[in-house]
């Protein structure tokens, strides 16, 4: 079946650095989404890319979907401890546009 | 104020017992999901609503089930065949677009602990 996995797994940072997770699909995706989940928290949608090569900016963060539309990634500039959380990335799988498989996520730490 | 309740926010259950979560939402929105993600982990879909009295397996079906006879519902029954079902569980429901389900709106959460 579809597979999503992200690298890295974890990643922990000094405040002001920059951090970026990867997102690769075992499939061609139609669109990809990504979302933040804060410790304790649940998801909370980010932003979905739909075209090849589309790159996307929302203040800090800045996203990447591949050129095959295989893989994407979410680059932080500067991180501040608010951004703390894990990362999730998500797209549809091949046998159901409606069926949305998550990423295995990217737990960002922020050291102050 | 619209968005999505999931309850209860904390459920304990001792092994055997069937338990039912529920997930309202007053999004208007056609599609519903059902989530659940263990400690450190991903999200792994266990089913989806495309629309009402229609649902799809999501890829841990098995010890579960759900029914969508109303448009704004969507419970989660954890059955005693679900052999290891102390987890978290995410309930999203999204409002569909031409090209797709659009963004997922999630509830708190429900986590459920056996006993």
């Known amino acids: 079946g579809q597979q999503v996995m992200q690298i890295p797994q974890y990643q922990h940072v000094q405040e002001g650095e920059d951090f970026t997770t990867y997102c690769n699909s075992s499939t061609t995706l139609s669109n990809i989404q990504w979302y933040k989940q804060r410790p304790g928290g649940h998801p909370v949608f980010l932003i979905q890319l739909v075209k090849s090569g589309e790159v996307k900016k929302q203040k800090r963060l800045t996203f990447q979907f591949g050129e095959a539309k295989k893989n994407s990634s979410l680059h932080i500039t500067a991180t501040q401890t608010t951004d703390v959380g894990t990362y999730f990335c998500a797209g549809p799988s091949p046998s159901g546009t409606y069926k949305y498989i998550f990423g295995t996520g990217t737990r960002l730490k922020v050291l102050a | 104020d619209g968005g999505i309740t999931q309850s209860p926010k904390y459920l304990f259950r001792k092994e055997g017992q069937n338990v039912t979560l529920s997930c309202e939402q007053n999004l208007n929105h056609d599609a519903m999901y059902w989530y659940r993600q263990d400690p450190g982990q991903g999200l792994r879909l266990i089913y989806y609503?495309?629309?009402?009295?229609?649902?799809q397996k999501g890829d841990i079906a098995e010890g579960y089930s759900v029914s969508r006879e109303k448009k704004e519902s969507f419970p989660l029954t954890v059955t005693s065949a679900q052999k290891n079902p102390t987890a978290f569980y995410l309930c999203?429901?999204?409002?569909?677009?031409?090209?797709?389900?659009?963004?997922?709106?999630f509830g708190e959460g429900s986590r459920l602990t056996v006993l």
């Open positions: 999203a429901s999204s409002p569909g677009t031409g090209r797709g389900p659009g963004e997922l709106f």
């Open positions: 609503s495309q629309i009402v009295n229609d649902f």
